[in-house]
């Protein structure tokens, strides 16, 4: 028996979680079977877990789209028994039972080794926001965005793809202004190395096809109007990296920016990322994210406060990164 959360949809369509217990019976296909040992919550997984977003495709549903462990059991041929593995994404706490589970049965193509830098904590204080945060910055170097190129701009800077981008560009150089919607974050967000920090009400000010030009690239993780804003006031030539939607999936935008300074929107999509970009991107992390820095931004909760904290997060009282004890 393990502990688990379980998402359940009743005959009148109205959905619920609790907090159980399983056997490995329940667990659905897979052919490797891993001790979830940590996990975490991002913002789909507090959309789910609270049914405020349509996340679960399939009732029911374990959620959690990230965990980090050891593999117990496995049929795969490139997974070893006792090998410590990490997962993100591949549809897991939306169409597959997911992280939030002592145990978690999947397919081994979807798992990468858990680098040698990080332990399985260290692992899912990144998780799928750290990983995401990693795939946006990797987008901007290769549309040939430098830090001479000119100031980036990191929206939605207190959450945990935001703490993450912030912390990864100002370590390569770049002159980083944060965004956020909580200004007394300031200190906070300068101590992960934003230069400036702007409140995010300055551009729901911004409503012209083109404003000030000032941006050399961003890493958008609002979506919305904030996006539209954004991209109005890139630099010729700019780069927006777009993935999130913390305000809403519309794009009320002109093609202004596209067409008159030539600004480049890069979608990135980390659920199905291929594998070998995968690798490159935890490859990368491991080399960048000072752990020290890391720890800071996180917190982490017991298993049976998973439900508050996703409540919270979504009433934007989280900071940084919340990781989840699940077992030994």
């Known amino acids: 028996m393990f502990d688990a959360y379980l998402i359940e949809k009743n005959d009148g369509g109205s959905q619920s979680v609790r907090q159980c217990q399983l056997e490995e019976k329940d667990l659905p296909a897979g052919d490797v079977t891993v001790r979830v040992e940590w996990s975490t919550l991002n913002y789909k997984d507090a959309l789910a877990i ?7 495709r399939s009732y029911p549903m374990v959620p959690g789209i990230d965990f980090a462990g050891t593999v117990e059991a496995s049929s795969h041929p490139d997974i070893k028994v006792g090998e410590k593995v990490v997962l993100n994404g591949y549809g ?22 858990l680098p040698s ?25 290769k549309q040939g965005v430098t830090p001479k190129s000119g100031e980036v701009l990191v929206t939605g800077a207190s959450g945990g793809v935001g ?10 150089g770049y002159a980083v202004t944060a965004v956020t919607g909580r200004m007394e974050e300031k200190p906070y967000l300068e101590s992960l190395g934003a230069k400036e920090v702007m409140p995010r009400q300055f551009f729901d000010s911004l409503t012209r096809p ?16 904030m996006l539209a804003s954004v991209c109005a006031s890139m630099l010729p030539y700019g780069v927006v990296t777009a993935c999130g939607l913390a305000a ?22 980390s659920v ?32 049976g406060n ?20 699940v077992s030994g």
Request: overall charge positive.
């Open 163 to 172: 703490s993450v981008a912030v912390m990864l560009l100002s370590k390569l």
């Open 50 to 56: 609270t049914g405020k977003g349509p996340i679960v």
């Open 92 to 113: 897991v706490g939306e169409k597959h039972w997911g992280g939030l589970a002592g145990r978690a049965r999947v397919s081994g193509d979807w798992l990468v080794p």
């Open 248 to 269: 809403g999936m519309d794009f009320p935008a002109t093609v202004a920016p596209f067409i008159l300074r030539g600004v480049t929107l890069v979608g990135i999509e």
């Open 306 to 325: 998973v439900i508050q904290a996703a409540e919270d997060l979504l009433a934007g009282k989280v900071r940084g990164r919340v990781v989840v004890k």
């Open 117 to 141: 830098a990080f332990t399985a904590r260290q692992a899912m204080a990144l998780g799928t926001a750290g990983y995401t945060a990693m795939l946006c910055v990797q987008a901007l170097q």
């Open 272 to 303: 199905n990322c291929p594998k070998a970009e995968r690798l490159s991107a935890w490859q990368q992390l491991a080399e960048l994210i000072d752990q020290k820095q890391l720890e800071d931004v996180t917190s982490e909760i017991a298993f």
């Open 210 to 225: 083109l404003e000030k030009a000032r941006w050399a690239g961003a890493v958008d993780v609002a979506g919305g109007k």
